[in-house]
Protein backbone atom coordinates (compact mmCIF):
# COMPACT_ATOMS: atom_id res chain seq x y z
CA UNK A 1 0.00 0.00 0.00
CA UNK A 2 1.11 3.30 -1.08
CA UNK A 3 2.02 5.82 1.54
CA UNK A 4 -0.82 7.83 0.62
CA UNK A 5 -3.45 5.35 0.76
CA UNK A 6 -1.94 4.90 4.34
CA UNK A 7 -2.79 8.33 4.72
CA UNK A 8 -6.34 7.92 4.02
CA UNK A 9 -6.68 4.68 5.92
CA UNK A 10 -5.39 6.64 9.23
CA UNK A 11 -7.85 9.35 8.45
CA UNK A 12 -10.45 6.33 7.99
CA UNK A 13 -9.67 5.21 11.29
CA UNK A 14 -9.40 7.74 13.47
CA UNK A 15 -13.30 8.82 13.81
CA UNK A 16 -14.11 5.37 14.76
CA UNK A 17 -11.41 5.69 17.75
CA UNK A 18 -12.76 8.59 18.87
CA UNK A 19 -16.44 7.41 18.59
CA UNK A 20 -15.16 4.81 20.47
CA UNK A 21 -13.55 7.00 23.03
CA UNK A 22 -16.69 8.77 23.12
CA UNK A 23 -18.41 5.57 24.18
CA UNK A 24 -16.38 4.88 26.60
CA UNK A 25 -16.53 7.85 28.21
CA UNK A 26 -19.90 7.74 28.31
CA UNK A 27 -20.19 5.04 30.16
CA UNK A 28 -17.16 6.35 32.29
CA UNK A 29 -19.64 8.95 33.27
CA UNK A 30 -22.51 6.38 34.32
CA UNK A 31 -20.35 4.79 36.84
CA UNK A 32 -19.39 6.99 39.52
CA UNK A 33 -16.33 5.51 40.76
CA UNK A 34 -14.79 5.28 37.39
CA UNK A 35 -16.08 9.47 36.27
CA UNK A 36 -11.86 10.18 37.01
CA UNK A 37 -11.51 7.98 33.83
CA UNK A 38 -13.68 11.09 32.07
CA UNK A 39 -10.92 13.38 31.74
CA UNK A 40 -8.33 11.09 30.69
CA UNK A 41 -10.41 9.57 27.86
CA UNK A 42 -11.25 12.96 27.12
CA UNK A 43 -7.70 14.05 26.71
CA UNK A 44 -7.17 11.47 24.87
CA UNK A 45 -10.27 12.41 22.25
CA UNK A 46 -8.89 16.09 21.44
CA UNK A 47 -5.63 15.02 20.96
CA UNK A 48 -6.35 12.64 18.58
CA UNK A 49 -8.64 15.54 17.50
CA UNK A 50 -6.53 17.54 17.15
CA UNK A 51 -3.89 15.34 14.76
CA UNK A 52 -6.52 14.10 12.70
CA UNK A 53 -7.16 17.92 11.85
CA UNK A 54 -3.21 18.52 10.86
CA UNK A 55 -3.15 15.24 8.98
CA UNK A 56 -6.23 16.50 6.95
CA UNK A 57 -3.71 19.46 6.47
CA UNK A 58 -0.62 17.38 5.13
CA UNK A 59 -3.26 15.58 2.38
CA UNK A 60 -4.58 19.07 1.42
CA UNK A 61 -1.13 20.45 0.73
CA UNK A 62 0.06 17.61 -0.79
CA UNK A 63 -3.16 17.62 -3.15
CA UNK A 64 -2.80 20.89 -3.83
CA UNK A 65 -3.31 22.24 -7.56
CA UNK A 66 -2.53 18.06 -8.27
CA UNK A 67 -6.99 17.31 -7.75
CA UNK A 68 -10.17 19.24 -8.70
CA UNK A 69 -11.80 20.79 -5.52
CA UNK A 70 -14.35 18.27 -5.88
CA UNK A 71 -12.13 15.38 -5.51
CA UNK A 72 -10.75 17.03 -2.90
CA UNK A 73 -13.55 16.98 -1.16
CA UNK A 74 -14.98 13.49 -2.03
CA UNK A 75 -11.43 12.50 -0.63
CA UNK A 76 -11.91 13.46 2.47
CA UNK A 77 -15.31 12.87 3.07
CA UNK A 78 -14.46 9.68 1.73
CA UNK A 79 -10.58 8.42 2.88
CA UNK A 80 -10.87 4.64 2.20
CA UNK A 81 -12.49 5.49 -1.32
CA UNK A 82 -11.35 4.70 -4.64
CA UNK A 83 -10.18 8.10 -5.20
CA UNK A 84 -6.87 7.84 -2.86
CA UNK A 85 -6.15 4.79 -5.01
CA UNK A 86 -6.14 6.25 -8.46
CA UNK A 87 -2.90 5.70 -10.32
CA UNK A 88 -2.21 9.49 -12.00
CA UNK A 89 -2.93 10.98 -8.09
CA UNK A 90 -0.29 8.90 -6.80
CA UNK A 91 2.19 9.51 -9.64
CA UNK A 92 1.38 13.14 -8.89
CA UNK A 93 2.44 12.84 -5.36
CA UNK A 94 5.34 10.61 -5.79
CA UNK A 95 6.46 12.96 -8.40
CA UNK A 96 5.95 16.33 -6.13
CA UNK A 97 7.81 14.39 -3.17
CA UNK A 98 10.87 13.52 -5.30
CA UNK A 99 13.67 11.91 -3.32
CA UNK A 100 11.50 12.51 0.31
CA UNK A 101 8.91 10.08 -1.17
CA UNK A 102 10.63 6.71 0.23
CA UNK A 103 10.67 8.63 3.86
CA UNK A 104 6.96 9.75 3.46
CA UNK A 105 6.13 6.17 3.15
CA UNK A 106 8.45 4.84 6.17
CA UNK A 107 6.72 7.43 8.24
CA UNK A 108 3.10 6.54 7.04
CA UNK A 109 3.61 3.09 8.00
CA UNK A 110 5.09 4.08 11.57
CA UNK A 111 2.06 6.16 11.99
CA UNK A 112 -0.26 3.29 10.85
CA UNK A 113 1.38 1.10 13.19
CA UNK A 114 0.52 3.89 15.92
CA UNK A 115 -3.27 4.27 14.82
CA UNK A 116 -3.31 -0.40 15.07
CA UNK A 117 -1.72 0.12 18.34
CA UNK A 118 -4.40 2.35 19.83
CA UNK A 119 -7.26 0.18 18.43
CA UNK A 120 -5.46 -3.03 20.02
CA UNK A 121 -5.47 -1.02 23.43
CA UNK A 122 -9.36 0.01 23.06
CA UNK A 123 -10.00 -3.41 22.33
CA UNK A 124 -12.47 -2.48 18.84
CA UNK A 125 -13.51 -5.42 16.89
CA UNK A 126 -12.99 -5.89 13.24
CA UNK A 127 -15.54 -2.72 12.43
CA UNK A 128 -13.71 -0.63 14.97
CA UNK A 129 -16.50 -0.69 17.79
CA UNK A 130 -15.72 -0.89 21.36
CA UNK A 131 -16.87 -4.15 22.51
CA UNK A 132 -17.47 -2.63 26.23
CA UNK A 133 -19.82 -0.30 26.07
CA UNK A 134 -22.81 -1.50 28.61
CA UNK A 135 -22.12 -1.15 32.03
CA UNK A 136 -23.02 -4.81 32.82
CA UNK A 137 -20.16 -5.62 30.59
CA UNK A 138 -17.96 -3.23 31.71
CA UNK A 139 -18.31 -5.07 35.41
CA UNK A 140 -17.41 -8.72 34.23
CA UNK A 141 -14.49 -7.64 33.01
CA UNK A 142 -13.71 -5.12 35.44
CA UNK A 143 -10.05 -5.36 35.46
CA UNK A 144 -9.47 -5.47 31.60
CA UNK A 145 -11.39 -2.35 31.49
CA UNK A 146 -10.11 -0.33 33.72
CA UNK A 147 -6.60 -0.74 31.77
CA UNK A 148 -8.09 0.01 28.27
CA UNK A 149 -9.58 3.22 29.91
CA UNK A 150 -6.09 3.87 31.40
CA UNK A 151 -4.64 6.97 29.32
CA UNK A 152 -0.88 6.46 29.47
CA UNK A 153 -2.07 3.18 27.23
CA UNK A 154 -2.85 5.26 24.14
CA UNK A 155 -1.03 8.72 25.16
CA UNK A 156 2.68 6.92 23.88
CA UNK A 157 1.02 6.15 20.16
CA UNK A 158 -0.58 9.62 19.85
CA UNK A 159 2.60 11.45 20.66
CA UNK A 160 3.85 9.22 18.04
CA UNK A 161 1.59 10.36 15.34
CA UNK A 162 2.03 13.84 16.46
CA UNK A 163 5.98 13.52 15.97
CA UNK A 164 5.42 12.26 12.55
CA UNK A 165 2.85 14.73 11.11
CA UNK A 166 5.41 17.18 12.57
CA UNK A 167 7.83 15.61 9.94
CA UNK A 168 5.32 15.34 7.59
CA UNK A 169 4.28 19.11 7.61
CA UNK A 170 7.78 20.26 7.12
CA UNK A 171 9.11 18.08 4.92
CA UNK A 172 5.98 18.57 2.42
CA UNK A 173 6.45 22.48 2.48
CA UNK A 174 10.01 22.11 1.64
CA UNK A 175 9.18 19.67 -1.37
CA UNK A 176 6.39 22.21 -2.41
CA UNK A 177 8.73 24.95 -2.38
CA UNK A 178 11.57 23.44 -4.18
CA UNK A 179 8.82 21.72 -6.83
CA UNK A 180 9.14 24.74 -9.18
CA UNK A 181 12.67 25.29 -8.95
CA UNK A 182 12.91 20.93 -9.77
CA UNK A 183 10.72 21.45 -12.61
CA UNK A 184 12.79 24.03 -14.38
CA UNK A 185 15.92 21.85 -13.96
CA UNK A 186 14.53 18.91 -15.50
CA UNK A 187 12.91 20.70 -18.17
CA UNK A 188 16.35 20.78 -20.12
CA UNK A 189 16.62 17.09 -19.07
CA UNK A 190 13.34 16.44 -20.96
CA UNK A 191 13.76 18.34 -24.25
CA UNK A 192 17.36 16.15 -24.40
CA UNK A 193 15.37 13.13 -24.30
CA UNK A 194 12.71 14.38 -26.24
CA UNK A 195 15.29 15.21 -29.38
CA UNK A 196 16.94 11.73 -28.87
CA UNK A 197 13.72 10.09 -29.59
CA UNK A 198 12.28 12.35 -32.01
CA UNK A 199 15.11 11.86 -34.15
CA UNK A 200 15.02 7.95 -34.39
CA UNK A 201 10.97 7.78 -34.55
CA UNK A 202 11.91 9.86 -38.04
CA UNK A 203 14.29 7.18 -38.87
CA UNK A 204 12.36 4.18 -37.76
CA UNK A 205 9.50 5.65 -39.85
CA UNK A 206 12.02 6.46 -43.17
CA UNK A 207 12.70 2.51 -42.77
CA UNK A 208 9.54 1.58 -42.56
CA UNK A 209 8.27 3.14 -45.53
CA UNK A 210 9.22 0.62 -48.37
CA UNK A 211 7.52 2.97 -51.00
CA UNK A 212 6.73 2.72 -54.82
CA UNK A 213 8.68 4.87 -57.17
CA UNK A 214 5.42 7.45 -57.18
CA UNK A 215 4.94 7.50 -53.25
CA UNK A 216 5.10 10.42 -51.24
CA UNK A 217 3.50 10.20 -47.94
CA UNK A 218 3.41 13.45 -45.45
CA UNK A 219 3.31 13.43 -41.80
CA UNK A 220 2.87 16.02 -39.15
CA UNK A 221 4.18 15.85 -35.80
CA UNK A 222 2.48 17.21 -32.86
CA UNK A 223 5.05 19.86 -31.94
CA UNK A 224 3.92 18.98 -28.26
CA UNK A 225 4.72 15.34 -27.18
CA UNK A 226 2.79 13.59 -24.67
CA UNK A 227 5.12 13.87 -21.51
CA UNK A 228 2.88 14.35 -18.38
CA UNK A 229 3.78 11.39 -17.13
CA UNK A 230 7.47 11.82 -18.07
CA UNK A 231 8.31 13.33 -14.51
CA UNK A 232 11.48 14.11 -12.54
CA UNK A 233 11.43 11.25 -10.34
CA UNK A 234 11.77 8.61 -13.05
CA UNK A 235 15.12 7.41 -14.88
CA UNK A 236 15.84 8.64 -18.94
CA UNK A 237 14.99 5.11 -19.66
CA UNK A 238 10.96 5.60 -17.88
CA UNK A 239 11.63 9.18 -19.03
CA UNK A 240 11.41 8.20 -23.30
CA UNK A 241 9.01 4.91 -22.69
CA UNK A 242 6.64 7.79 -21.13
CA UNK A 243 6.90 10.35 -23.85
CA UNK A 244 3.95 10.04 -26.84
CA UNK A 245 4.46 11.59 -30.17
CA UNK A 246 1.36 12.20 -32.57
CA UNK A 247 1.31 12.29 -35.76
CA UNK A 248 -0.97 12.84 -38.47
CA UNK A 249 -0.04 11.07 -41.73
CA UNK A 250 -1.58 10.98 -45.32
CA UNK A 251 -0.96 9.14 -49.00
CA UNK A 252 -0.48 10.22 -51.95
CA UNK A 253 0.86 8.77 -55.80
CA UNK A 254 2.48 10.90 -58.46
CA UNK A 255 -0.23 10.42 -60.68
CA UNK A 256 -2.82 11.53 -57.60
CA UNK A 257 -4.02 14.88 -57.00
CA UNK A 258 -1.30 16.69 -55.14
CA UNK A 259 -1.35 17.62 -51.52
CA UNK A 260 -0.53 21.00 -50.77
CA UNK A 261 -0.22 23.80 -48.35
CA UNK A 262 -3.15 25.53 -50.24
CA UNK A 263 -5.37 26.75 -47.04
CA UNK A 264 -8.10 24.52 -46.77
CA UNK A 265 -7.06 21.42 -48.67
CA UNK A 266 -8.09 18.27 -47.63
CA UNK A 267 -6.26 15.47 -46.65
CA UNK A 268 -6.96 11.82 -45.32
CA UNK A 269 -6.19 11.61 -42.07
CA UNK A 270 -4.19 8.70 -40.16
CA UNK A 271 -3.47 10.03 -36.88
CA UNK A 272 -1.57 7.57 -34.09
CA UNK A 273 0.85 7.74 -31.57
CA UNK A 274 4.26 6.48 -31.17
CA UNK A 275 6.26 5.57 -27.51
CA UNK A 276 9.24 3.72 -27.53
CA UNK A 277 9.18 0.41 -26.56
CA UNK A 278 11.21 -2.39 -24.59
CA UNK A 279 10.45 -6.07 -25.97
CA UNK A 280 7.37 -8.02 -24.45
CA UNK A 281 9.95 -10.17 -22.95
CA UNK A 282 10.83 -11.28 -19.26
CA UNK A 283 13.78 -8.55 -18.57
CA UNK A 284 16.48 -8.54 -15.70
CA UNK A 285 18.06 -5.07 -14.97
CA UNK A 286 21.28 -5.11 -14.39
CA UNK A 287 22.27 -1.77 -13.48
CA UNK A 288 25.99 -1.28 -14.41
CA UNK A 289 27.00 1.92 -11.73
CA UNK A 290 29.07 4.99 -13.28
CA UNK A 291 30.39 8.45 -11.94
CA UNK A 292 27.42 10.67 -11.49
CA UNK A 293 26.39 14.72 -10.89
CA UNK A 294 26.14 15.24 -7.76
CA UNK A 295 23.28 17.41 -8.35
CA UNK A 296 20.94 14.64 -9.55
CA UNK A 297 20.67 10.89 -8.60
CA UNK A 298 21.60 7.74 -10.81
CA UNK A 299 19.62 7.37 -13.52
CA UNK A 300 20.09 4.41 -16.14
CA UNK A 301 20.31 4.88 -20.11
CA UNK A 302 17.84 3.32 -22.22
CA UNK A 303 18.50 0.04 -23.47
CA UNK A 304 16.61 -2.04 -25.99
CA UNK A 305 17.24 -5.80 -26.44
CA UNK A 306 17.74 -6.71 -30.05
CA UNK A 307 17.81 -10.80 -30.71
CA UNK A 308 20.20 -12.42 -32.16
CA UNK A 309 18.77 -14.81 -35.32
CA UNK A 310 19.95 -18.26 -33.66
CA UNK A 311 17.70 -19.54 -31.22
CA UNK A 312 19.77 -22.58 -29.90
CA UNK A 313 20.78 -21.46 -26.60
CA UNK A 314 18.29 -21.33 -23.75
CA UNK A 315 19.36 -17.72 -23.06
CA UNK A 316 19.15 -15.43 -25.90
CA UNK A 317 22.56 -13.13 -25.74
CA UNK A 318 21.67 -9.25 -26.36
CA UNK A 319 23.36 -6.15 -27.47
CA UNK A 320 23.67 -3.97 -24.98
CA UNK A 321 22.74 -0.41 -26.66
CA UNK A 322 22.96 2.96 -24.45
CA UNK A 323 21.50 6.03 -25.87
CA UNK A 324 23.67 9.03 -26.76
CA UNK A 325 24.49 11.31 -23.58
CA UNK A 326 21.80 13.50 -22.61
CA UNK A 327 24.71 15.29 -20.88
CA UNK A 328 28.12 16.33 -21.71
CA UNK A 329 29.51 15.88 -18.24
CA UNK A 330 27.83 12.88 -16.54
CA UNK A 331 27.52 9.39 -18.06
CA UNK A 332 24.03 7.35 -17.42
CA UNK A 333 23.87 4.12 -15.91
CA UNK A 334 23.63 1.41 -18.12
CA UNK A 335 21.14 -1.22 -17.99
CA UNK A 336 20.43 -4.99 -20.15
CA UNK A 337 17.24 -6.79 -21.00
CA UNK A 338 17.82 -10.19 -21.29
CA UNK A 339 15.14 -12.19 -23.90
CA UNK A 340 14.64 -15.45 -22.78
CA UNK A 341 13.63 -18.38 -25.40
CA UNK A 342 9.54 -18.36 -26.09
CA UNK A 343 9.08 -14.89 -23.68
CA UNK A 344 9.03 -12.72 -26.74
CA UNK A 345 5.62 -11.85 -28.14
CA UNK A 346 6.17 -8.39 -30.28
CA UNK A 347 3.89 -7.04 -32.31
CA UNK A 348 4.31 -7.15 -36.07
CA UNK A 349 6.77 -4.78 -37.94
CA UNK A 350 4.84 -2.31 -39.75
CA UNK A 351 5.15 -1.11 -43.48
CA UNK A 352 3.97 1.91 -43.30
CA UNK A 353 3.44 2.79 -47.52
CA UNK A 354 1.09 -0.49 -46.84
CA UNK A 355 -0.44 0.59 -44.01
CA UNK A 356 -1.72 4.43 -45.65
CA UNK A 357 -2.52 2.58 -48.90
CA UNK A 358 -4.85 0.44 -47.11
CA UNK A 359 -8.49 0.31 -46.38
CA UNK A 360 -8.75 3.80 -44.46
CA UNK A 361 -11.60 1.80 -41.75
CA UNK A 362 -8.69 -0.10 -41.09
CA UNK A 363 -6.72 1.76 -37.89
CA UNK A 364 -2.80 1.08 -37.57
CA UNK A 365 -1.20 -0.61 -34.86
CA UNK A 366 1.77 -2.54 -34.59
CA UNK A 367 5.72 -1.84 -34.24
CA UNK A 368 8.20 -0.18 -36.36
CA UNK A 369 11.97 -0.14 -35.45
CA UNK A 370 15.21 1.86 -36.14
CA UNK A 371 19.23 0.41 -35.88
CA UNK A 372 21.97 2.32 -36.19
CA UNK A 373 25.44 0.64 -35.48
CA UNK A 374 24.72 -1.07 -32.36
CA UNK A 375 21.74 1.09 -31.14
CA UNK A 376 18.33 -0.41 -31.68
CA UNK A 377 14.67 1.02 -31.25
CA UNK A 378 11.65 -0.13 -31.12
CA UNK A 379 8.47 1.96 -31.35
CA UNK A 380 4.50 1.30 -30.83
CA UNK A 381 2.21 2.48 -32.95
CA UNK A 382 -1.15 2.64 -31.80
CA UNK A 383 -4.07 4.39 -33.49
CA UNK A 384 -5.35 8.15 -31.74
CA UNK A 385 -8.89 8.14 -30.60
CA UNK A 386 -10.57 11.11 -32.91
CA UNK A 387 -13.88 12.41 -33.08
CA UNK A 388 -15.53 12.61 -36.73
CA UNK A 389 -14.62 11.54 -39.93
CA UNK A 390 -10.41 11.53 -40.65
CA UNK A 391 -11.68 12.46 -44.82
CA UNK A 392 -12.93 16.32 -42.92
CA UNK A 393 -9.45 17.42 -42.07
CA UNK A 394 -7.51 20.27 -43.66
CA UNK A 395 -4.16 21.88 -42.77
CA UNK A 396 -2.87 25.58 -42.85
CA UNK A 397 0.33 27.06 -42.26
CA UNK A 398 0.70 29.91 -39.60
CA UNK A 399 2.32 32.24 -42.17
CA UNK A 400 -1.36 31.72 -43.75
CA UNK A 401 -2.95 32.58 -40.93
CA UNK A 402 -0.95 35.79 -40.46
CA UNK A 403 -1.29 37.19 -43.83
CA UNK A 404 -4.94 36.06 -44.36
CA UNK A 405 -8.33 36.95 -42.20
CA UNK A 406 -8.06 34.73 -39.29
CA UNK A 407 -5.38 36.40 -37.48
CA UNK A 408 -8.44 38.95 -36.54
CA UNK A 409 -9.73 36.15 -34.51
CA UNK A 410 -6.37 34.71 -32.58
CA UNK A 411 -6.62 35.59 -28.88
CA UNK A 412 -4.29 36.83 -26.90
CA UNK A 413 -4.04 33.85 -24.60
CA UNK A 414 -3.77 31.52 -28.32
CA UNK A 415 -0.92 33.48 -29.23
CA UNK A 416 0.38 33.00 -25.94
CA UNK A 417 -0.23 29.29 -26.30
CA UNK A 418 1.10 29.15 -29.59
CA UNK A 419 4.38 31.29 -28.75
CA UNK A 420 5.19 28.10 -25.80
CA UNK A 421 4.41 25.82 -28.69
CA UNK A 422 7.16 27.31 -30.82
CA UNK A 423 9.91 27.88 -28.31
CA UNK A 424 9.28 24.66 -26.57
CA UNK A 425 10.04 22.41 -29.68
CA UNK A 426 12.83 24.61 -31.02
CA UNK A 427 14.62 22.99 -28.02
CA UNK A 428 12.77 19.75 -28.64
CA UNK A 429 13.23 19.00 -32.11
CA UNK A 430 16.18 21.24 -33.50
CA UNK A 431 19.04 19.51 -35.03
CA UNK A 432 16.67 16.68 -35.94
CA UNK A 433 15.40 15.54 -39.33
CA UNK A 434 12.05 17.36 -38.17
CA UNK A 435 12.98 20.92 -37.78
CA UNK A 436 14.63 23.18 -40.35
CA UNK A 437 17.76 24.98 -39.17
CA UNK A 438 15.46 28.22 -39.93
CA UNK A 439 12.49 27.86 -38.47
CA UNK A 440 9.87 30.25 -40.10
CA UNK A 441 5.81 30.47 -40.10
CA UNK A 442 5.68 28.30 -43.26
CA UNK A 443 6.92 25.15 -41.61
CA UNK A 444 4.22 25.42 -38.47
CA UNK A 445 0.52 23.95 -39.03
CA UNK A 446 -2.62 23.77 -37.33
CA UNK A 447 -5.33 21.48 -38.52
CA UNK A 448 -8.93 22.71 -39.42
CA UNK A 449 -11.98 19.97 -39.43
CA UNK A 450 -15.66 19.31 -39.16
CA UNK A 451 -17.77 22.15 -37.29
CA UNK A 452 -14.86 24.21 -36.59
CA UNK A 453 -14.80 27.67 -38.43
CA UNK A 454 -10.86 28.29 -37.26
CA UNK A 455 -7.96 26.41 -36.79
CA UNK A 456 -7.59 24.41 -33.51
CA UNK A 457 -5.03 26.74 -32.32
CA UNK A 458 -4.25 24.37 -29.11
CA UNK A 459 -2.07 22.31 -31.64
CA UNK A 460 0.58 22.72 -33.52
CA UNK A 461 2.30 20.68 -36.03
CA UNK A 462 5.60 20.55 -37.67
CA UNK A 463 5.60 18.66 -42.08
CA UNK A 464 8.00 16.28 -43.35
CA UNK A 465 7.57 14.14 -46.73
CA UNK A 466 8.68 10.78 -46.81
CA UNK A 467 9.10 9.43 -50.39
CA UNK A 468 10.79 5.94 -52.07
CA UNK A 469 14.29 8.15 -52.15
CA UNK A 470 14.06 9.35 -48.41
CA UNK A 471 13.76 5.27 -47.56
CA UNK A 472 16.69 4.08 -49.63
CA UNK A 473 18.82 6.87 -48.44
CA UNK A 474 20.53 6.11 -45.32
CA UNK A 475 22.05 8.85 -44.31
CA UNK A 476 21.74 10.48 -41.05
CA UNK A 477 21.55 14.15 -41.71
CA UNK A 478 21.25 16.58 -38.87
CA UNK A 479 22.82 19.38 -39.80
CA UNK A 480 26.19 20.78 -38.32
CA UNK A 481 26.65 20.03 -34.11
CA UNK A 482 25.81 23.07 -31.83
CA UNK A 483 23.18 25.82 -33.30
CA UNK A 484 24.54 29.04 -35.26
CA UNK A 485 23.22 32.33 -34.46
CA UNK A 486 20.80 32.19 -37.30
CA UNK A 487 18.46 29.36 -36.19
CA UNK A 488 18.12 31.19 -32.64
CA UNK A 489 17.50 34.57 -34.68
CA UNK A 490 14.79 32.38 -36.38
CA UNK A 491 12.83 31.69 -33.43
CA UNK A 492 12.99 35.14 -32.42
CA UNK A 493 11.43 36.70 -35.46
CA UNK A 494 9.18 34.22 -35.72
CA UNK A 495 7.67 34.87 -32.21
CA UNK A 496 7.32 38.99 -32.65
CA UNK A 497 5.50 37.85 -36.34
CA UNK A 498 3.10 35.99 -34.24
CA UNK A 499 2.78 38.60 -31.77
CA UNK A 500 2.16 41.23 -34.07
CA UNK A 501 -0.70 39.36 -36.20
CA UNK A 502 1.90 40.06 -39.39
CA UNK A 503 4.44 38.35 -41.02
CA UNK A 504 7.93 40.69 -41.89
CA UNK A 505 7.19 40.61 -45.40
CA UNK A 506 4.72 42.89 -44.48
CA UNK A 507 5.92 45.44 -42.22
CA UNK A 508 9.26 45.59 -44.12
CA UNK A 509 10.46 48.99 -45.33
CA UNK A 510 11.75 49.09 -48.96
CA UNK A 511 15.12 50.23 -47.51
CA UNK A 512 15.36 47.00 -45.44
CA UNK A 513 17.67 43.83 -46.68
CA UNK A 514 17.82 42.22 -43.11
CA UNK A 515 15.46 40.44 -41.36
CA UNK A 516 17.51 41.08 -38.15
CA UNK A 517 17.40 44.97 -38.88
CA UNK A 518 13.51 44.98 -39.67
CA UNK A 519 13.08 42.93 -35.95
CA UNK A 520 14.87 44.91 -34.63
CA UNK A 521 13.22 48.36 -35.66
CA UNK A 522 9.71 46.37 -35.06
CA UNK A 523 10.89 45.78 -31.23
CA UNK A 524 11.35 49.52 -30.73
CA UNK A 525 8.36 50.56 -32.64
CA UNK A 526 5.33 48.39 -31.77
CA UNK A 527 3.71 47.49 -28.36
CA UNK A 528 3.99 43.46 -28.62
CA UNK A 529 0.15 42.91 -28.80
CA UNK A 530 0.01 44.05 -25.04
CA UNK A 531 1.84 41.29 -24.12
CA UNK A 532 3.39 43.36 -20.96
CA UNK A 533 4.78 42.55 -17.82
CA UNK A 534 8.42 42.64 -20.10
CA UNK A 535 8.36 38.56 -20.57
CA UNK A 536 7.14 38.03 -23.79
CA UNK A 537 9.40 41.37 -25.04
CA UNK A 538 12.40 40.25 -22.92
CA UNK A 539 12.25 36.78 -24.82
CA UNK A 540 12.17 37.64 -28.31
CA UNK A 541 15.04 40.29 -27.39
CA UNK A 542 17.17 37.36 -26.09
CA UNK A 543 16.53 35.09 -29.57
CA UNK A 544 17.13 37.85 -32.28
CA UNK A 545 20.00 39.27 -30.48
CA UNK A 546 21.50 35.75 -29.59
CA UNK A 547 21.95 37.02 -26.88
CA UNK A 548 23.66 33.38 -25.09
CA UNK A 549 27.16 34.60 -25.52
CA UNK A 550 28.28 33.62 -22.33
CA UNK A 551 27.57 29.92 -23.07
CA UNK A 552 28.70 27.83 -26.48
CA UNK A 553 25.54 27.68 -28.39
CA UNK A 554 24.89 23.78 -28.45
CA UNK A 555 21.83 22.31 -27.85
CA UNK A 556 23.52 18.86 -27.72
CA UNK A 557 24.44 20.75 -24.09
CA UNK A 558 22.11 20.45 -21.46
CA UNK A 559 23.41 23.44 -19.75
CA UNK A 560 22.43 25.28 -23.40
CA UNK A 561 19.55 24.15 -23.34
CA UNK A 562 18.80 24.54 -19.56
CA UNK A 563 19.67 28.29 -19.95
CA UNK A 564 17.41 28.43 -23.32
CA UNK A 565 14.29 27.44 -21.56
CA UNK A 566 15.03 29.28 -18.29
CA UNK A 567 15.32 32.73 -20.45
CA UNK A 568 12.71 32.23 -23.46
CA UNK A 569 10.57 29.39 -22.80
CA UNK A 570 10.05 29.54 -18.91
CA UNK A 571 8.91 32.88 -18.97
CA UNK A 572 6.61 32.58 -21.75
CA UNK A 573 5.17 29.47 -20.11
CA UNK A 574 4.56 31.88 -16.87
CA UNK A 575 3.02 34.78 -18.67
CA UNK A 576 0.27 31.79 -20.27
CA UNK A 577 -0.24 30.43 -17.01
CA UNK A 578 -0.78 34.34 -15.60
CA UNK A 579 -3.67 34.45 -18.51
CA UNK A 580 -5.25 31.27 -18.40
CA UNK A 581 -8.42 30.67 -16.82
Avoid at 399 to 407: A, V, W
Avoid at 410 to 427: D, G, N, P, Q, R
Amino acid sequence: MSGFEIAGVVLGAIPLILKALDDYNRVARSIETWRHYEREISSLSRNLSNEQARLRNVCDLLLSNLVTASDYELMIKNPLGPLWKQEDVQRKIKTRLYRSYDTFQRIMEEMEAAIHYIKQKLHLDDQGKAKWIEESTIKRHFERACFVLNKSECQDAIDTIAKDITSLISMVEMDIKLEPQRKHRYRGRLFGLIRQTSSNVYYALRDSMSCKSDCRHQVHMDLTPESEKATHDLDDAEIIEKIGFQLAMAYRTGNSEVVTEKHGQRILWEEVIVRASTPQATSILDPTPTPQSPARPKRKGVNFALPRKSTDDTTRDTTRIRQPSVTQASTSTVSTLKLKDGATNLPRQLNMCEELRGSPEKSISGMISHQRAERFWMFDITPKKTTGTRHNRSVVSLKQILEGPSRATMTYVEKLHIAVMISSSFLQLHQTPWLPNVLTSQDVFFITGGSQSHPDYTQAFIKREFSKRDSEDGSMKCGPPGVDRTAIISLGILLLELSLGDTLGNLRHQYETSDTSVAARLLNEKPLDHMDGGYYRSAVRRCIGANFSQLKLDLDDENFRQVVYEKVVAPLEAGLADNSF
